[in-house]
């Protein structure tokens, strides 16, 4: 859609520009339509989430992946096959916790990303806690869904 509008504007500004020379606004606006362009693709290939390079033996937990969306809009991809992980979770001093894959550390779990707290909660493919978070950054998490142990 951001696409869409950011061709318009460019498109626009363009006939504008070759039209009237002297329209001050046309620079603006062929700016504001290329913004758009790009920020409509970025969002577009980041929800999108293609890694080939990631392979997942269970079937099931793949297509979980693939179809898991952030609670409570469920617009957006919540992870890839490269963010999400079966994940150890334990309840901490200020609620609960999760150990990080690729830092090692706990940290917190917030109790607005975890589908039991949503009123259409999807539930883990195998029973297993899921996580998808951040790489560089533990305190960023996308989705979480509590599996049947915890």
Known sequence: MLE?????????AIFLGLWNKRNWF??????IGVVFIALGSA????????HPDETIPDPSVAKFYETWTRPPQRTVSCCNKKDCYSAKIRRGQNGLEYLHKWSGTWAPLPASI??????DPRESPNTENRVC??????????????????
């Open 4 to 12: 869409a509008i950011g061709a318009i504007l460019v498109i626009w």
């Open 26 to 31: 046309v620079p603006y606006m062929l700016a």
């Open 43 to 50: 969002l577009y290939a980041k929800a999108q989430h293609v």
């Open 114 to 119: 975890i589908e039991s707290n949503h009123s």
């Open 133 to 150: 978070a951040n790489e560089m950054f533990p305190d960023v998490v996308y989705c979480a869904v509590l599996g049947s142990g915890t």
